[in-house]
C-alpha cells in the first residue's frame, strides 16, 4: 500500500509540472538530478568530498539549463560535457565523472523536448508514459506468468514474461497517444523498442546495485528505494526520445 501510494504522488507531482511547464518542471527534474547524482557517488564507493563535489559540479550545468538562464541548448550540453571532464580530473576517476553524463544527459532531453518543441508536453508525457506503463507491465506479467528469469545473475526478479508484458503495455500506451492526442506515428511504432530500453537501463542499474552490494541506491522515496530505482528507465530512453522528436525538425531545416 505504501508503496502504491507513493508511486500515484509521484506520477502526480510530475503531472503536475509537466503541466505547468518552466521553472517548476525545471526546478523537479534538477532536485531529482542532485539525488541522483548522490546516489550514483554511493553506487561507485565516492567519498563524501567527491560526492559533494560531483552534487555541485552537476547542478551548476543543470542551472544553466533553467528557464531563468540558457535554457536546454548547445551551451548547456557542452557545459554537460565539461562537467564530466572536470569531476574526471579533480577525482581521478573516469566512473564517477560518467555519472554527470548518466544523470544529465536524461534531464537535458527531458527539457528540451518539454520547452524547445510544439506540443512539447505531448512528447514530454509519452516519454514518461510509456517508461511507467513498462515498469507496470513487466511487473504484473511478470508476477501472473512467470517463465524463464531474463537474466538471473543481475536481476533474479525479471522474467520473460516481465519483458512482453512491458512491451506490450508500452505499445498500447503509443497507440492511446496516438489516437487521443495526435503522436506522430515514428513515435508510435518506435515506443516498443523504448519499451526495451527501459528495461535495459533497468538490468543497467541492477547490476551497479548488485556490484555495490545494496538492495536499493537510495532510501529517499518510501517504499521505492532511491530515485535512481524509480528513473532508471527514464535514463537511456530519455536522450533516444529526444532525438527522434528533434531530429526530424532539424533534417527539415
Not at 502526480?12 to 527534474?29: D, V
Request: hydrophobic letters at 55%; aromatic letters at 8%; glycine letters at 12%.
Amino acid at each position: 500500500m505504501l508503496r502504491t501510494l507513493t508511486g500515484l504522488g509521484l506520477i502526480a507531482l510530475a503531472m503536475l509540472c509537466l503541466t505547468l511547464g518552466g521553472f517548476p518542471f525545471w526546478l523537479l527534474t534538477a532536485v531529482a538530478g542532485v539525488f541522483m547524482m548522490a546516489e550514483w557517488s554511493d553506487l561507485n564507493a565516492a567519498t563524501p568530498r567527491d560526492k559533494r563535489l560531483s552534487q555541485f559540479a552537476l547542478f551548476a550545468a543543470l542551472a544553466i539549463m533553467s528557464p531563468l538562464a540558457a535554457g536546454p541548448n548547445f551551451f548547456a550540453l557542452g557545459l554537460l560535457v565539461g562537467v564530466f571532464f572536470f569531476i574526471t580530473i579533480v577525482t581521478r576517476r573516469p566512473q564517477l565523472g560518467a555519472g554527470a553524463l548518466y544523470v544529465g544527459l536524461p534531464i537535458f532531453a527531458l527539457l528540451l523536448i518539454r520547452h524547445q518543441q510544439p506540443d512539447g508536453i505531448v512528447y514530454t508525457l509519452w516519454a514518461l508514459a510509456l517508461v511507467w506503463a513498462t515498469d507496470i507491465g513487466a511487473y504484473f506479467a511478470g508476477r501472473a506468468i512467470g517463465g524463464p528469469k531474463l537474466a538471473p545473475t543481475i536481476s533474479p526478479n525479471k522474467t520473460g514474461a516481465g519483458l512482453i508484458g512491458g512491451v506490450v503495455a508500452a505499445a498500447l500506451v503509443g497507440l492511446a497517444m496516438h489516437v487521443a492526442y495526435g503522436l506522430p506515428l515514428r513515435l508510435t511504432l518506435a515506443t516498443p523498442i523504448l519499451a526495451v530500453l527501459a528495461q535495459a537501463g533497468d538490468l543497467y542499474e541492477s547490476h551497479l546495485k548488485r556490484r555495490a552490494g545494496v538492495k536499493d541506491s537510495g532510501s529517499i522515496i518510501p517504499g521505492h528505494g532511491g530515485v535512481l530505482d524509480r528513473l532508471d528507465g527514464l535514463v537511456p530512453v530519455a536522450p533516444v526520445a529526444a532525438l527522434l522528436v528533434v531530429l526530424p525538425a532539424v533534417l527539415a531545416a
